[in-house]
């Protein structure tokens, strides 16, 4: 059986060119990360449905995942559910909350809102994204840095073309 390969010019310029644009990317998810709650949509209604499964979205492991439906939003919210936004489990059928999302994500045919960035209930904050992106896109940013260094190393060695 043929497999057909292809071959990537592996010169210092396309790995340079490569990982700087990644680095580009990780930088603006990190910035988009970092907006502040007045920046995003928000809605306030009551709290219709609260639970870990969500219709036919039924997943093995959900002990970190709560979907909230509100009465003023078409979409149930998504939330995800770790050590520092506990208080979550505080909120009940009937409280009124507000929540801000990111409407601009959100696919025409989704069924469930996932774009869920912080939920308030009077003046507390309830429920705030963590900073696992931040961290994920800082570390991608350095694990590029390092490949680009390497990279450079190797054009010096003469090991790869310009």
Aim: hydrophobic fraction near 45%; charge should be positive.
């Amino acid at each position: 059986m043929y497999i057909p390969h292809v071959h990537l010019r592996q010169t210092f310029r396309v790995i340079l060119f490569e990982c700087l644009a990644l680095i580009i990317v990780f930088i603006m998810l990190a910035n988009r990360s970092k907006q502040p709650k007045n920046s995003f949509a928000h809605v306030t209604g009551k709290i219709t449905n609260i639970t870990n499964n969500w219709g036919i979205l039924v997943f093995p492991d959900t002990a970190g995942t709560r979907y909230i439906k509100l009465n003023d939003h078409p979409l149930p919210f998504d939330i995800h559910v770790d050590k520092t936004s506990t208080n979550i489990y505080q909120l009940k059928i009937g409280d009124t909350i507000t929540v801000w999302y990111d409407p601009l994500n959100l696919n025409e045919n989704a069924t469930i809102d996932r774009n869920l960035e912080y939920i308030d209930k009077g003046k507390k904050q309830i429920y705030k994204p963590g900073d696992a992106g931040i961290e994920m896109a800082e570390f991608m940013v350095c694990l590029l840095l390092a490949v680009i260094f390497l990279a450079g190393y190797l054009y010096k060695r003469g090991k790869i073309p310009f």
